[in-house]
């Protein structure tokens, strides 16, 4: 896929382990708002601060039935650590017309000091940080732009997963697409 108008690309990284509602609800309000004019999902490979996630291809596959945007296997292809700088990086020289974000949720503020060459990433990028539930839109630095009048997310990956061995139904939280996927592979 080549574009050569100069778009401005919304990279949503994360280990999506699983996707869930919140997720495609952060990328339809970021476009429907004209943040950017698209969002390609970046799930890691290896996550710098969370040591137990499903495998590459189970995230992957979960991601596919977002139908509406891209999946990029940029970071799954390296099988390394991931960093938003370097895939930012990548894709900026991939692709020199367009501008490339990056997105986060409220809930990574509090560490994004701690982020592999963070300083780099707010120099040269913009930043969108997207409100969630309990994680106040505070202590923002210089070129993070807080998404405002947006509906909260209240849901997470993590609570997913403790509903699915809780035997919960997890069918407000995320699509039947991803719910059979979980079932079928015996996820969590």
Same mark, same amino acid.
């Given at each position: 896929?080549? *574009?050569?108008?100069?778009?401005?690309?919304?990279?949503?990284?994360?280990?999506?382990?699983?996707?869930? =509602?919140? !997720?495609?609800?952060?990328?339809?309000?970021?476009?429907?708002?004209?943040?950017? $004019?698209?969002?390609?999902?970046?799930?890691?490979?290896? !996550?710098?601060?969370?040591?137990?996630?499903?495998?590459?291809?189970?995230?992957?596959?979960?991601?596919?039935?977002?139908? =509406?945007?891209?999946?990029?296997?940029?970071? +799954?292809?390296?099988?390394?650590?991931?960093?938003?700088?370097?895939?930012? @990086? *990548? %894709?900026?020289?991939?692709?020199? =017309? $367009?501008?490339?974000?990056?997105?986060?949720?409220? $809930?990574?503020?509090?560490? %994004?000091?701690?982020?592999?060459?963070? /300083?780099?990433?707010? #120099?040269?990028?913009?930043?969108?940080? *997207?409100?969630?539930?309990?994680?106040?839109?505070?202590?923002?630095?210089?070129?993070?732009?807080? +998404?405002? !009048?947006? @509906?909260?997310?209240?849901?997470?990956?993590?609570?997913? #997963?403790?509903?699915?061995? @809780?035997?919960?139904?997890? @069918?407000?939280?995320?699509?039947?697409?991803?719910?059979?996927?979980?079932? /079928?592979?015996?996820? *969590?």
């Amino acid at each position: 896929m080549m *574009y050569n108008y100069g778009m401005k690309i919304g990279l949503f990284g994360g280990s999506f382990d699983p996707p869930h =509602n919140g !997720h495609l609800t952060v990328a339809n309000t970021i476009i429907a708002k004209e943040y950017c $004019d698209v969002v390609w999902f970046v799930p890691c490979a290896q !996550h710098p601060y969370q040591k137990d996630i499903s495998s590459a291809t189970d995230r992957f596959s979960m991601l596919k039935t977002f139908k =509406n945007f891209s999946i990029c296997a940029y970071e +799954l292809n390296k099988n390394s650590t991931s960093y938003s700088i370097e895939t930012l @990086e *990548y %894709f900026q020289k991939l692709f020199p =017309n $367009d501008t490339f974000v990056w997105i986060i949720g409220s $809930d990574q503020l509090a560490d %994004f000091k701690k982020w592999h060459r963070y /300083e780099d990433i707010l #120099k040269n990028f913009q930043v969108l940080v *997207y409100p969630r539930t309990g994680f106040p839109l505070v202590n923002l630095l210089p070129n993070m732009k807080k +998404l405002e !009048h947006v @509906e909260n997310i209240d849901v997470s990956s993590t609570q997913i #997963k403790k509903m699915v061995k @809780e035997g919960k139904s997890l @069918e407000l939280l995320t699509t039947p697409e991803i719910i059979n996927f979980i079932k /079928e592979n015996n996820l *969590y």
